[in-house]
């Protein structure tokens, strides 16, 4: 069974970088699935963040691509999200997952989410 | 990039009764559809990909229904656990993936 989990600061000051790391277990990142970052602002909905393939392909959310990256460790098996310049409405829990290319990219293992505050 | 957007916003529904939840795409996404149920502080769990592909461990009583536009999901005799929040996504252009906005099902 293919596990997910976030880990990383759970209050960031505004105009700084968040930063969040998504160790996977049970199956290796360097296989064909791509690996995202999914983020939910508290009471709201679900916007994808970016998508990494361990070939160094990312795809980015087009509102957040300025200020976004996502990198794979191979050797950690995992991979990281970096938003910098973050204001409060960066606030969410962020979600890592597995997408289930190339079968398609919906999201087919889902991290359990980790609250990320901006605030100073 | 196409949005996604559901109806309606909040369904209120009797336990062992029929649940229609709506999903239009403003762009053709062929079958390239996926729904999710979220429970509070949950992640989202797959449902339903292809449209109407049921994932792994996922009970006959969801179905999922529809192409092109406009998108079904069907929760046939409600159980307890089955209220929660309902999300579709489009992955045709997988590169850009959007979520609609969800519809909660609630106890009626």
């Known amino acids: 069974q293919v596990q997910l989990q976030e880990s990383g600061p759970g209050l960031v000051k505004p105009s700084e970088t968040l930063s969040l790391t998504c160790a996977v277990s049970?199956?290796?990142?360097?296989?064909?699935?791509?690996w995202g970052w999914i983020r939910q602002p508290p009471g709201k909905g679900l916007e994808w963040v970016g998508s990494a393939h361990h070939s160094g392909n990312t795809y980015f959310n087009p509102s957040l691509k300025s200020r976004v990256t996502i990198s794979m460790d191979t050797s950690q098996n995992q991979f990281a999200l970096n938003l910098i310049s973050v204001t409060a409405a960066d606030t969410a829990v962020y979600y890592c997952a597995r997408l289930s290319v190339p079968a398609g990219a919906f999201l087919d293992y889902w991290g359990q989410g980790t609250l990320v505050t901006v605030s100073s | 990039e196409g949005v996604m957007t559901q109806s309606p916003a909040t369904l209120s529904v009797s336990p062992g009764e029929r649940a229609t939840l709506s999903c239009r795409a403003t762009?053709?996404?062929?079958?390239?559809l996926a729904w999710y149920q979220q429970k509070p502080g949950q992640a989202p769990r797959l449902l339903i990909y292809?449209?109407?592909t049921r994932a792994t461990g996922i009970p006959a009583r969801f179905s999922g229904s529809g192409s092109g536009t406009e998108f079904t999901l069907t929760i046939s005799g409600l159980q307890s656990e089955d209220f929660a929040v309902y999300y579709c996504q489009q992955y045709n252009n997988w590169l850009t993936l959007t979520f609609g906005g969800g519809t909660k099902v609630e106890i009626k």
């Open positions: 762009q053709n996404v062929g079958s390239n």
């Open positions: 292809g449209a109407s």
């Open positions: 049970a199956y290796s990142i360097s296989s064909d699935y791509y």
